[in-house]
C-alpha cells in the first residue's frame, strides 16, 4: 500500500523538486551564506510553488531560534511609532521573518513582561524602542544567550547593542534657526519624555542655537504628557509670553494644539509653531503644521536590516566587523504654522508621505 503524502509539502518534498539534499534546503529556509545565489533563488521559487512553510515548533526543539523578531515600542497610537513598526513588518517579511510586536506603553514592567514572552518564544533578535534602563540587565541576559538587539530611536548607556537613530541635534538646530529668521526673540521649547536620549539631544540643537544667537533658552518639561497642556497654557498666559513654541515629539505637538485651540490663540498669526515629528494629517490641519520631519520607514527598515546581518553573522565571527549604528538624517517641512505663506501643495505631501510607507 503506497504511503500517503501528507497534506502539506514538507522540506523533503521541496528538495526533491529542486534536485538538491535536504541540507542545501535547510541552509536556504535558515537564511545561511553557503548557498550559490542560483541555487538559492531556485530553491525559494520551489518553496513559493509548494506553499512550503517551516515548522517553526520543530525547529525550536531542535535548538535553533524561530524565524520571528520582535519589536517591542512605547506606543502604537503615536504616527510614528505606527509607521516604524510597519516598516519593519515589511522588512522583515521580505527576508522570511516574521514579528511579534508588542507595546510596552511606556511602563517599564510591560516591558519587562514583553522581552520575557519574547525570551520564551526563542525569538531570533530583539528590536527595541527601550521605556526604562530597568531592561538593560535583562537585555544584556538575552545578549548573553546569543540574541541580538538593536536599539531604535533612543539608547540607554551600558547595552553594547546595535543603534539606529537619526540627527536629533541638527533637527532641533534647523527648526529654531528657522523660527529665528522669522524674527522670534522668544521661542518656548515644550520637552515631553525628556528622559531619553533623544530628547536631549534635541533640547541641546535648541539650546546651542538660542545661545549663539544671544538669546536665553526657556523650557516647558513634563514627564506625564497629561501636564503639557497646563503648562504651556500657565506660561501662555503669563507676562511677556513667548511668540513661538518649539515641540520635541508629536505627544507635546498635539497637547500644545489642544492648548491653543482652548485659548483661541491664532497660529501663526499669535504665535508661531515648529514641532519636531512629522504626521500624516499635519498638512491637512486648518493651519498645517511646519515641522522636523524623521524618516520614520527608513528607521524601521534600517533597523530591522541591521538586526538581520547580526542574526546571520557566521557563528564565532567577529561581531565588531558588522556596522552597529546608523545615523539617519532629518528634514524641515515648511507649512504655514511658522509663518511662511509659500508652501507645498498639499496633495503632493500626502502622495510623498504615501509613498515613504510602501
Known sequence: MPRRRSASPTLADVARACGVGTMTVSRVVNGSDFVSASTAARVRAVIKRLGYEPNEAARILKGHSARTIGFILPDLADPFFSICAHAVQQSAAKQGYMTLLLASERDSDREASALAMMNARSVAGILIVPTSPNSVSQLQKLQARGIPVVMLDRIFPGLQAGEVMVENEKGAQMAVKHLLEHEHRSILCVAYDSQFNSITQ?????????????????????????????????????????????????????????????????????????????????????????????????????????????IRRPRGSDARSLQAQVILPTELIIRRSCGCQSVPRIENELISGIAARE
Not at 505637538?253 to 504626521?279: C, N, S, W, Y
Open 202 to 310: 534635541r533640547m541641546s540643537g535648541y539650546k546651542k542655537t538660542m545661545v549663539q544667537a544671544g538669546l536665553e533658552p526657556e523650557f516647558v518639561l513634563v514627564d506625564n504628557k497629561s501636564e503639557v497642556r497646563a503648562k504651556v497654557l500657565q506660561r501662555l498666559r503669563a507676562a511677556n509670553p513667548p511668540t513661538a513654541l518649539f515641540m520635541l515629539n508629536n505627544v507635546a505637538t498635539m497637547q500644545v494644539l489642544q492648548a491653543l485651540q482652548q485659548e483661541r490663540i491664532d497660529v501663526p498669526k499669535d504665535i508661531a509653531i515648529i514641532g519636531f515629528d512629522d504626521f500624516e494629517l499635519a498638512p491637512l490641519l486648518a493651519v498645517p503644521i511646519t515641522t522636523v520631519r524623521q524618516p520614520a520607514a527608513q528607521l524601521g527598515q534600517s533597523a530591522t536590516h541591521l538586526l538581520l546581518d547580526w
